[in-house]
């Protein structure tokens, strides 16, 4: 019994040590599997950690990534990837043809209970019947589900088991069948991988892994196995009796420790490799930098998923070729030596070098490579890890530029930067310093900005400056006056704004600094010119109308007054016209000088325009300021001027108001003041008038507000076209000539009375609106001749012309213009001025009468007789007529002496081919006279009053351009005896000289100048 029983035993010692070792190699098979899942799912959970971060779904990318796991995954034979809710995209079969499915489609089939109890980034495995997209699949395939980012997507895979598990799953041992598996998931998934036979016996062995979210059963059944020997070996074993048993018992017992003992080493072992590979899995392929182990020649062996997403490459893309081929050539030299200093012992070596992307881009990138090593210590290969520092390259690029370009503005520019520390020491200044301060940067380091740039602490500027600072307040263009390294005086703006660091801490200021002292001068300059007189300094009319604005304004304010002077030299322009201009200018000087010294520092004195003055006498009532000008007046009267030997003296008529006055502003004032002025002149010049405006009814102030009054229609008349032009005949004495009528001026009130003239005439030139009136009259007079020419009345109009037009370019230019618009002709026209008036620029007036008769017009020099140098300007100007002036017509019948006179001037001008007009004819017994001295037109009231109606003056006076003198006369007497047609007589209409066109009859004394100053035109109505 005892060696039967021993026999036995033996058998099935060794029949139990046989299927131990198959146990043991099954636990192994089921730890490769569970290795390679593991494998499996890092490789599927980095491709889902790219797909959840890479933003928006692009074809592109989702077949790049596709490809790549098909082909580093052996186990995986398809690849779909979805991204996006309801989004249509198209997975690539790597071995098929491209399929289109949406997200919605997949969720269905997947189930949702399966989706929501799966975290993101794990694997799920699901039989094919579960995901109904194709039918026709082996029952060794399974499809694997991974879903990411919440659900947002999935990567799906087709995962075949036999690729899987690999050859020799199936053969455990040696001699032993192949056996029978049966594979069963847990959660009421089961798969049957084989079909069991009805002869395996039933010695069966189960293992559970644990894969893609489900439990794996793995059954093995093997067949009947047979073991060598026979029984004859029980009577052996019962020979040896108990040492045998002794010995089975030690062998079992230690087979099985020895069982146990690998077992749990090889499923730790299992687990710790599984570990590692996820983790290196993980760490590699979601690294951001590009991670690649290379041959110690630099063949590629395996590179990270991080070559992909930067250059654009799959490990078949760089598989077999050299990390040389994808580096810059300038590069690759130093790409060598860092790989040679590794393969030569470095432990490390640090290269950058540029590497070209998929897209042909050069990447710039910083690697890192050091050595791998065998268990010996051999070096086997070189593992590089790259950063991409292409976007860090550009920027230092470009930083590199911006500070080369900073330095470059900086050298070159005028201005000069600067920056200061907290402490407002100078921790920058750019070499600009030099040619504004004479300082060097290298002088301004270490200084404050206060004690660089200011000379003393009690600076306004500094003051500002420093408050402004200890505020941390920025500051622009703060202009201040300082000293260079030499001394010189220089004007600086400043400007500056605070500096703070990443804690809001004040760090210093940073600004700019410019030298604006030739600027600064030239803004005093241009500031004292468009401001003062040039010639006596004193402030300009411009200036001195701010002022008086702001001195009313002020008077308003506090209730205080004072007075407006205007004062004009008497008889100025005879010291010009005898001595020159220069002495004309020592004189105005003079009299400036006198101003200034007889007033207070707060009054304001200004020369306004030639010979004219003004002052603001402030806080004075009207007594005190007579006394003050009484006072200058007889200065004024004992000053002598001295020039080449002459001692020249003037006086002056001032005109003084009273300031502030209701309804008046400064030009209103100064007017009024003006008008007194002449009120002073009136009555005898060197004296002061005072207006006392609306609070006396005296007979001047009436005077002044009427001639604003007619001031305020000339300029409605003006714009609105509403003046009227009144002719006045001058008759020729003889035979072939043609009656010439001089075209007036005349104004109308509100009741429709004209006005005098030289009411608005006078006031327009001293309002400088006597130009604008000039043009006006000039064009309308050849507007109408125009017209008349056309009816078949050729008429001649002979135009006044003031002295401020006389010699103007701008007229002759608009003369010319009207002449072309209205198609008038010229040789029609003849332009009078006044001695006077031709006597202020000899030159001007010649070239002026010049080009009048270049356009065919005529010229004629208006009261003749009356000045110093009549005869003169016959000589010198191409005078077509002469007009005597009236003051030598007038008692032309009782006085020898102007009889004597106006005869000299008539065969004068016979001898020089000049034609002579007499004017102010008012009796017969003149018109006798005047035909006995062959003078050869005459015009006064005893011929024509001048009227509106032209047509009926031609009609009188142009009998078909053929009627003798004596009928012409005889029609003149008839025609003064009739009523004056159109023509109202102008109330009070004194006859006085005014500024542009002649109108009311003259009483100046015979053979006398004029007493007004002098203004280039007149008003007559005679």
């Known amino acids: 019994m005892l060696s039967v029983w021993g026999g036995v035993l033996v058998q099935q010692q060794a029949r139990a040590g046989r299927l131990n070792q198959l146990i043991i190699s099954s636990e192994k098979k089921a730890a490769d599997v ?68 949406d997200a919605a489609q997949i ?174 899995r993980l760490i590699t392929d979601n690294a951001y930098d590009l991670i690649a182990i290379t041959t110690l020649t630099g063949d590629f062996e395996y590179i990270n998923s991080a070559y992909n997403r930067v250059l654009g490459f799959s490990k078949q893309n760089v598989s077999g070729r050299n ?85 470059d503005f900086a050298d070159s520019s005028a201005d000069w930067l600067w920056e200061v520390n907290k402490n407002f020491v100078f921790s920058y200044v750019s070499p600009g310093v030099k040619s504004t301060l004479g300082y060097t940067p290298e002088d301004m380091m270490g200084r404050t900005m206060f004690d660089a740039l200011f000379a003393s602490g009690d600076d306004a500027a500094r003051e500002l400056l420093e408050g402004l600072a200890k505020r941390h307040k920025p500051y622009r263009e ?63 009319r411009n200036r001195f109308m701010e002022e008086l604005e702001h001195t009313i304004a002020l008077a308003r304010r506090h209730n205080t007054q004072g007075v407006v002077l205007f004062i004009d030299l008497d008889r100025f322009k005879a010291v010009n016209d005898t001595h020159g201009h220069e002495a004309g200018d020592e004189v105005i000087r003079s009299i400036a000088n006198i101003l200034k010294k007889s007033v207070r520092s707060t009054d304001v004195v200004s020369r306004l325009a030639g010979d004219e003055f003004a002052v603001i006498m402030h806080n004075v009532d009207t007594k005190q300021a007579q006394e003050k000008v009484n006072e200058i007046i007889d200065r004024v009267n004992k000053m002598r001027v001295e020039y080449k030997g002459a001692k020249l003296q003037v006086t002056m008529s001032v005109g003084m108001i009273g300031y502030p006055q209701s309804g008046k502003d400064a030009s209103q004032l ?106 006006a009259v000039v064009e309308r007079c050849i507007k109408k001749q125009a017209e008349l020419e056309k ?43 006044t001695e006077t008036a031709a006597m202020r620029d000899i030159d001007e007036a010649r070239e002026f009468v010049s080009e009048l008769k270049k356009m065919g017009s005529k010229f004629a020099l208006d009261d003749f007789g009356v000045g110093f140098s009549s005869f003169f300007y016959i000589k010198h100007l191409e005078v077509d007529y002469i007009k005597i002036d009236g003051s030598y017509i007038k008692n032309l019948d009782s006085s020898a002496e102007d009889r004597l006179f106006v005869k000299s001037l008539v065969d004068l001008a016979s001898g020089l081919e000049i034609e002579t007009v007499a004017e102010f004819v008012e009796n017969q017994a003149i018109l006798d006279e005047l035909e006995r001295m062959n003078v050869t037109y005459v015009q006064g009231y005893h011929l024509s ?42 109330k009070k209409a004194a006859p006085k000289k005014a500024a542009t066109i002649k109108t009311a009859p003259k009483k100046a004394a015979p053979k006398k100048p004029a007493t007004k100053k002098a203004t280039g035109s007149k008003a007559k109505n005679s």
């Open 791 to 833: 009816s078949g009345k050729p008429v001649v109009f002979s135009i006044n012309l003031s002295g401020m037009s006389f010699g103007d370019d701008e007229l002759l230019q608009s003369m010319k213009k009207y002449f072309k618009k209205y198609k008038a002709d010229p040789t029609k026209f003849i332009f009078e001025v």
């Open 323 to 407: 990390v040389s081929d994808f580096v810059h050539a300038d590069d690759t030299v130093y790409l060598r030596q860092a790989i040679e200093a590794v393969v030569n012992g470095r432990p490390v070596s640090e290269v950058s070098f540029r590497m070209q992307s998929k897209k042909n881009e050069w990447v710039y990138l910083e690697a890192v490579a050091k050595g791998i090593f065998d268990n010996s210590w051999n070096l086997t290969g070189i593992v590089m890890h790259c950063r991409d520092v292409t976007a860090r390259k550009k920027y230092a690029d470009e930083l590199a530029r911006s500070e080369k370009r900073f330095k």
């Open 670 to 775: 100064l007017t009024s003041a003006d008008l007194a002025m002449y009120r002073a002149k009136d009555m005898g010049r060197n004296r002061l008038y005072i207006d006392e405006g609306l609070l006396t009814s005296s007979k001047t102030s009436a005077t002044v507000r009427e001639q604003l009054e007619w001031i305020d229609r000339l300029r409605t008349a003006l714009d609105e076209d509403k003046f009227e032009m009144h002719y006045q005949p001058i008759v020729p004495c003889g035979k072939d000539k043609h009656t010439i009528y001089e075209a007036l001026i005349r104004l109308r009130d509100e009741d429709g009375n004209l006005g005098a003239p030289a009411l608005f005439i006078d006031a327009a030139e001293h309002f400088g609106m006597i130009r604008d009136l000039d043009r």
């Open 945 to 986: 009053r001048p009227e509106e109606d032209i047509d009926g003056l031609f009609t009188t006076f142009d009998n078909q351009q053929a009627t003798a003198v004596a009928t012409q006369i005889a029609a003149a007497k008839n025609a003064a005896s009739q009523p004056v047609k159109k023509v109202a007589t102008a």
């Open 107 to 280: 969720a269905k089939h997947i189930g949702t209970s399966v989706a929501s109890r799966t975290p993101d980034n794990k694997l799920v495995v699901l039989p094919f019947t579960k995901l109904n997209v194709d039918k026709n699949l082996p029952e060794h395939f399974v499809w694997g589900v991974m879903p990411f980012a919440k659900h947002n997507g999935w990567v799906v895979v087709l995962i075949d088991l036999h690729e899987l598990m690999g050859e020799g799953f199936m053969k455990l041992a040696e001699g032993a069948a192949a056996p029978d598996v049966t594979i069963e998931m847990s959660n009421g998934l089961e798969q049957h991988v084989f079909t069991k036979p009805a002869n395996y016996e039933e010695y069966d062995h189960k293992n559970t892994v644990t894969i893609g979210g489900v439990e794996w059963h793995f059954n093995w059944s093997f067949r009947n196995i047979s073991f060598a020997g026979s029984y004859g070996w029980g009577l052996f074993v019962s020979m040896i009796g108990l040492m045998v048993t002794l010995v089975l018992v030690w062998t079992l017992w230690s087979q099985f420790s020895v069982a146990r003992r690998v077992r749990s080493e090889v499923i730790t072992r299992t687990k710790e490799l599984e570990q590692a590979s996820r983790r290196f």
């Open 478 to 540: 703060l202009e201040f006056w300082t000293r260079t390294k030499m001394g010189e005086r220089v004007c600086l703006r400043l400007s500056g704004i605070p500096v703070f660091d990443d804690e809001g801490n004040f760090d210093g200021y940073r600004g700019a600094a410019t030298n604006i002292t030739s600027s600064k001068v030239d803004r005093e300059n241009m500031l004292r010119l468009a401001t003062t007189d040039h010639l006596t300094g004193l402030l300009n």
């Open 34 to 101: 569970s290795v390679k899942w593991s494998l499996l799912n890092g490789a599927l959970q980095s491709y889902s950690l790219m797909m959840a971060d890479g933003g928006a779904p692009n074809v592109d990318r989702l077949s790049q990534i596709a490809a790549s796991m098909t082909n580093d995954n052996p186990a995986i034979e398809h690849t779909w990837i979805f991204k996006g809710n309801a989004r249509q995209l198209r997975p690539i079969l790597v071995h098929g043809e491209a399929e289109i499915f």
